[in-house]
Structures are given as C-alpha cells and as structure tokens.
C-alpha cells in the first residue's frame, strides 16, 4: 500500500464537471489500495482574476493583502473538491495552508515552505480519510498567510510529500508528461518515460512551464519521486528520476526554447580590468536578471560586450546600457527584440563530444545565423533571431533522433 500525494492543476478543477472527474480517479485510486493526500490549485483563471481585481485597486498592492486575496481561490477548490469525494463515499476533509500547518518565512508572494506539520494528515490516513490541502499557500511565523509564487502549488505537493515521506508526488496536469519539445512546435515530439533531475531543471529554468522550478529544486533536494502525468489521458507520465544510466544512451532529453529574450550589445568598450563589472553592476541594481553574457576578445584596444535580459526588461535595460555607455565613452548600444533562445538538454552531453558541432551544423544546413552561444555541463542555448525558431526547433529534433519511435504506443 502506498501513500501517494496527488497535485491536482488549475485545469483540472476548472469546473464543477472537472472536480467530480478528480474526484472519481481519487476514489480510484483509494480503491486500488493506496492511501492518498491531495493538493489542488485554484480553479483556472481564477488567481489572474483575483490579480486583475487588486490590480484594479491598486498597482502595487501591499503584499500582505495581495497574499490574503489570492489564497482565496485555492480555498474554494479545496471545499468543492472534498465535497465532491464525499458524495463518491470517500470521506475526505479540507484544509487551508495555516490548518495543517505549512509554516513558511515571512516573503509575502513568494513565500519559503520551512517546515509542515504532519500530524493531521497522517491521522486522517490512519482513518482512511483524504485530506485535500490548499496547495500554493502557508502561515508565516505571525499566524499571516503567505502565498508562495506563481505555480507555487507544485512545491506545495512536493513538499508534502517530502514531509510525509511519500512513495511518489503526482503532479496531475493538462499534458500526459514531459515531451521532448513543446508539441505545437513539433508535433512528433515523444512523452519522456523518465527524465532526470538535472535535466528537469534546466527545462524548467529555460521555460518550460510544465513544473513549477522551484518544486524540481525541492524534489531533487528531497529526494522526493516526481511523476508528470494528465488529469485526462490515463497513462504512465513522466517520471522523473535520480539515476542517469536509467535513460539508457539517449544523448539529448529535449529542445526547450525561449521567446522572452532581448538582446543588448554595449560597442567598443575599452578592453581593461573592470569592464564586465562596470556593465553588469548598474544592471543587477536596476534589478534586471541577465541571462546570457559574451565579451568578445580585443583585436585593438576596444571590445563589445553583449547580454541578454528579459524582454519585459528591454526598455529599462537599454536606459541603464545608454548611460553606462556614455560613461565608458563606448562606442554606443545596440539592442534587438527580435531573438529567442533555443537549448539542447541532456545529461548524455557530459559523456560525449561533438554535440554542439553537430548543432551548429545542422542549424547551418538550415541557413539560420548563431548570435549567441552558451554552454553548460548538460545544456547548448544558441540565441537566433525570432522567425527562426520552428525550422531550428524541428530541425535539431530530427538531427538528434528525437521523434516519435513508428513503433511507440
Ligand atoms: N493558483 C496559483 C497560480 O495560479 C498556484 C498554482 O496554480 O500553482 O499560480
Ligand atoms: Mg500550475
């Protein structure tokens, strides 16, 4: 018999007809012999509606409101939810994140899990009862509601898991896994059977909106089991595990992209001690997060330093960029909006040689330019310009073998 967290998406609870189909494959699932602990979001739409609402009021609501706003809607999931398995005969009980408790730090929006009572729920396992937690939300050391960052309820699931030492955290969503590319790009991306950790992150960290980031860190930290897997579509998911030689030799695990990049280039800086920090420090000040970095090496004295932000950074950026230039008499700032990150993925990297020469070559064959380039132990980014992205997607899917085996199921 094992003791199996389920998370439970906005999607999935998006209707009334939705939380009855949860509730039946929770029964489902009880039936089958396990013990469960469910954790749901809000209903779909319902947090950005919340936001619109303070939004309205204000544009920069204060954080405690903003946190004692958006934890209503995953208390109303919770209440339909356990009503719903009550009428399958699962006797099931509803908590909110301060009922359990789920301490947190005091970060209003985006909170810290720090640690999580048990004792409830293992007593409501002991007598066979569900308990359905607000995901997404705990208690600050002040008895204030903290909520924990958009997405927040997959690190609520995994951390209830951890702190119940859970067989496996489930986290039921509207995708049946992890793919090897997003499939509206490529339609003969492949559902992963497994992943590995590392690898979830740097998908995750990269865009792939498939799991919260900060869960992957907590599961991987934890050690927690994780399975990907859909609310609708039975099936096995995506599991997503500790052991690299369990994905026998693929080389590449996915192609995760990035449309929310703008890249800036300060030219002709002078090439001395310095320079990197003299850029970059205004920009962190600024709080800008800056991604990619390439300093080109001097053929005269001078050099070009180029970055890339958030494109929602863009305008503030260039600002910063304009006035750093005008004090380093550079040679002035270029800058483009019309560029996306592209990255190959897979822990095969570290054991063999010859992957981003065969990237680039492929890309090559296509004709699509390399602007930038970065590298890491498992992960090539190439930054390209924008209408690029589908030809290089597909064509670095097929490069690396990636599409669906003809004699998958
Ligand atoms: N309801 C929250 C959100 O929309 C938390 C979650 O869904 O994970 O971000
Ligand atoms: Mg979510």
Do not use: W
Not at 171 to 181: A, E, L, R, W
Not at 217 to 226: M, T
Not at 286 to 297: G, S
Request: hydrophobic share 45%; glycine share 8%.
């Amino acid at each position: 018999m094992a003791l199996l967290v389920q998370k439970y998406g906005g999607t999935s609870v998006g209707s009334v007809e939705r939380i009855e189909h949860v509730a039946d494959k929770i029964a489902a699932a009880r039936s089958r012999g396990h013990r469960i602990v469910v954790v749901v979001s809000a209903m779909a739409g319902e947090t950005d509606r919340l936001l619109k609402l303070a939004r309205a009021i204000d544009l920069r609501p204060d954080p405690r409101e903003m946190d004692q706003l958006l934890s209503s809607g995953e208390q109303v999931s919770i209440a339909l939810l356990a009503m719903a398995l009550r009428k399958c005969d699962v006797p099931a009980r509803s908590y909110l994140g301060g009922q359990v408790a789920i301490h947190t730090d005091d970060a209003f929006n985006k909170a810290r899990i720090q640690a999580i009572d048990t004792e409830r729920l293992l007593a409501d396992c002991a007598a066979a009862r569900v308990p359905v937690v607000a995901g997404f939300q705990g208690i600050d050391p002040d008895g204030n509601i903290t909520t924990l960052g958009r997405g927040g309820s997959d690190t609520s699931g995994v951390a209830l898991a951890a702190a119940l030492h859970a067989d496996e955290c489930q986290i039921y969503t509207d995708v049946d896994g992890v793919y090897t590319t997003d499939p509206r790009v490529e339609p003969r991306a492949r559902r992963l059977d497994r992943i590995t950790f590392e690898e979830m992150l740097e998908l995750a960290s990269l865009g792939s909106k498939v799991l919260q980031i900060r869960s992957v860190e907590f599961a991987g930290k934890y050690k927690v089991p994780l399975r990907v897997l859909s609310t609708f579509v039975e099936g096995p998911g995506t599991l997503i595990t500790f052991e690299e030689e369990s994905v026998e030799d693929a080389l590449i695990s996915g192609i995760a992209f990035n449309r929310d990049e703008s890249q800036l280039t300060v030219a002709g800086v002078p090439d001395r001690p310095g320079i990197a920090a003299a850029i970059l420090g205004p920009i962190g000040e600024a709080n800008i997060e800056v991604d990619m970095i390439v300093q080109n090496v001097a053929a005269d004295s001078t050099t070009d330093f180029t970055f890339t932000v958030h494109r929602n950074d863009h305008e503030r950026a260039c600002e910063v960029a304009q006035r750093i230039a005008a004090e380093l008499r550079a040679k002035g700032v270029r800058s483009a909006t019309d560029i996306v990150k592209v990255s190959l993925v897979g822990v095969g990297m570290r054991s063999h040689a010859g992957i981003a020469s065969k990237m680039f070559t492929a890309l090559a064959a296509e004709g699509i330019n390399i602007r930038m380039i970065s590298t890491s132990e498992i992960k090539i980014s190439v930054v390209i310009q924008d209408k690029y992205l589908e030809l290089a997607v597909r064509t670095l899917h097929k490069a690396f073998g990636l599409e669906a085996a003809s004699t998958s199921t």
